[in-house]
């Protein structure tokens, strides 16, 4: 999957959807996805959280069969982005960028 950082998503609702592209009515219906870009398993996500914020803990990787759920779900899970991309012209960031991002406005 790509973890979304909620301020990269809340500027791109902000500066596109409400500024730009809405001013025509017809439009209001069209559905977009948004997330940040690259993608990363869980795992790896925990590790580079760990790597930012310095935490001494001991992160253990886990498959999908270890979490059963009543409902299936994909093996890949990346949303695609690219009506976004096109239509806005922005620069989506990588998922990473975003997390440390993330992570020192929130240890300041």
Do not use: Q
Not at 72 to 99: A, G, Q
């Amino acid at each position: 999957g790509t973890p979304t950082y909620a301020r990269d998503l809340a500027e791109i609702c902000m500066n596109f959807f409400v500024n730009e592209y809405f001013v025509d009515d017809s439009k209001r219906s069209d559905i977009f996805h948004y997330s940040n870009s690259g993608c990363t398993t869980w795992f790896e996500f925990a590790k580079e959280i760990k790597k930012l914020s310095g935490f001494n803990s001991k992160i253990v990787p886990a498959t999908s069969e270890n979490f059963l759920t009543k409902a299936k779900r994909p093996k890949y899970s990346v949303l695609d982005t690219s009506k976004i991309k096109k239509i806005s012209n922005c620069k989506i960031p990588n998922w990473d960028e975003s997390l440390s991002k993330c992570l020192s406005i929130n240890n300041n």
